[in-house]
Each structure stands twice: as C-alpha cells, then as structure tokens.
C-alpha cells in the first residue's frame, strides 16, 4: 500500500512539472538510447571477430589477421564511449536532482515536522527520477525489437564508422594478392556483422539490462549522496527555513 503511494505521488508530481519531466524524459531517453547501442557494438564484436577469423579460414588466409585491428582495441574504445556517456549522465542527473530538491523543498520541511522518515522521504523524492528512467529504457527496448532491421542497419553502419578510425586494412588487395583466385571481397562486406536472430537478440537485452543497472545504480548512488546531505542542512530547520520559504 505504502509503494503504491509513493507510486502515485511520484506519478503526480511528474504530471504537476510537465516540463521539466518532459526534459528530463528525452535527455534520459537519448542517453540509454546511445549507451545501449553502445553496448550492443561492444558485445557484437565478439560475433563480428569470430565471423571474420570463418572467412579468413574460409578463404585459406589467416595469415593475414595480422593486419586487422586489435579486438582489445576496439573493444576498449567502446569501453571509453561506455564512460563518458556515464559522465555526462552523472553531471545531468545532479543538476535535474538538485533542481527537484529545490523544487520540494517546501514539502520536504513539511514531511519531516509530520514526522515522515528520513527514508520515506527519500523514496518519496527518488522515485520521481527513477520512474521516468524505467519507462524510456523500456519503450526504447521495445522500440528496438519491432524495429529490428533499422537498429541492425544503424549497428552496422556505426560498427563499420568506428573500425575505420583503427585504419583498416585494404582486404580487396591483400586478398587478391594472397589467393589470386579467391572471391573479391571489399572492406564492407568482409567486415559486416552477419545477425543471428537469437543471438543478437540475447545481446540486445543484455545490453538493456546493463543500460538500466547502469543507470539506476548511478542514480541511487547519487540522489542519495544529495539528499543525506540537503537533509542534514534540513535538520537545522529554522537555516533552511528561512533561506527557502
């Protein structure tokens, strides 16, 4: 009874701040947005070496492997890209929190003198940064499974965007140079993701799941960072009695 409370007070709140809420919706919407992708091209590159070291079998020149980029490479540059989205996100989500503080203020005072728990009021207060986050990561989830093919599309593009800073090797002439009779095959095509439905679709969600962990755990972390702190200065009461109301 008492979350479901919550639930509708935070659901409430957000509905009273329409603007802010809607901000805060697209900027989280197109943070999960970029750091599932993002963890979907770390997983897939994985799929995408064991598929190239088939063709370089395939074709009887696996001694040219040697000439593509490191796979630790670049999957630690996407572990790079992992990072700083998690840091613009961390200095947004401080700046929306603080802003939510502010705006509450005046009830914040008003639930401690009714003797609301310190707890209680943080849960009241969190999940109306929580809520939304839940609601995009999982639209944008679903988006992405009856959009398969354009998210697919987008993966390929990008994966092949991003090899190409780690100066990829000419496979037309290498090849052609190796095994004269061998089938030509351009950098495109030899180094293009070949999707397996199930497969691409475990780490998909995969990648859904660490996106909200992700997300939520820094949250949490955070917005309880600034409310134990705002609601020390709280305890002073007639401080921050005065300097807010």
């Known amino acids: 009874v008492k979350v479901m409370r919550i639930l509708r007070y935070s659901v409430a709140r957000m509905r009273y701040y329409k603007k802010q809420t809607l901000f805060s919706c697209l900027f989280t919407s197109v943070t999960a947005f970029l750091l599932m992708l993002v963890c979907n091209l770390y997983h897939l590159q994985s799929t995408l070496y064991a598929q190239i070291e088939d063709r370089l079998s395939f074709l009887d020149t696996t001694s040219l492997k040697v000439h593509f980029p490191s796979f630790l490479s670049v999957k630690q540059f996407y572990v790079e890209l992992i990072l700083l989205l998690l840091f613009l996100f961390v200095g947004a989500f401080i700046f929306f929190f603080q802003r939510t503080l502010k705006q509450d203020q005046r009830e914040l005072i008003n639930w401690r003198l009714a003797g609301l728990s310190k707890t209680r009021i943080f849960l009241l207060i969190i999940w109306q940064m929580i809520l939304p986050l839940l609601i995009c990561c999982t639209l944008l989830f679903i ?78 972390c955070i917005s309880l960072l600034q409310f134990t702190i705002f609601y020390q200065r709280l305890k002073k009461g007639k401080v921050i009695f005065h300097e807010y109301m």
């Open 143 to 220: 988006g992405i499974v009856l959009f398969q093919n354009i998210y697919q599309a987008l993966l390929q593009h990008l994966n092949f965007w991003s090899l190409r800073l780690f100066e990829l090797p000419d496979t037309h002439s290498l090849i052609s140079t190796t095994r004269p009779l061998a089938i030509p095959m351009d950098q495109q095509t030899f180094f293009k993701i070949d999707f397996v439905n199930d497969a691409f679709f475990f780490d998909t969600f995969k990648s859904f799941l660490q996106t909200v962990g992700l997300l939520i755990s820094i949250s949490l």
